[in-house]
């Protein structure tokens, strides 16, 4: 059974910083790729990263040179750090494993102000 599990997410300040971690299961994790995604009160869902099963990473322009994609293949996990956080970062992220169609609950980061 595939499974996603998300944490990390909580209230910071703008400006502060916070690390997401995605717990995979019942995949092959080291060969495929992941991504975490977030939605926005009112908004649709919408990509952050990703990163390919070799490593390599794409962002959206929003998060460029902010939030940092990677992944741990012997622990079955990615993770999303995000620095110099905005209010307008605050919504659920979800983590993605694009390959099975799956996703996780999502994680709750609230940006003050």
């Known amino acids: 059974q595939v499974q996603l599990v998300e944490s990390g997410g909580g209230l910071v300040q703008a400006g502060g910083s916070l690390r997401l971690s995605c717990a995979a299961s019942g995949i092959i994790f080291s060969i495929n790729p992941m991504g975490w995604y977030r939605q926005a009160p009112g908004k649709q869902r919408e990509l952050v990263a990703v990163?390919?099963?070799?490593?390599?990473?794409n962002y959206a322009d929003s998060v460029k040179g902010r939030f940092t994609i990677s992944r741990d293949n012997a622990k079955n996990t990615v993770y999303l750090q995000m620095n110099s956080l905005k209010p307008e970062d605050t919504a659920v992220y979800y983590c993605n494993a694009p390959t099975y169609g799956m996703w996780g609950k999502g994680t709750l980061v609230t940006v003050s102000s």
């Open positions: 990163i390919s099963s070799g490593g390599s990473t």
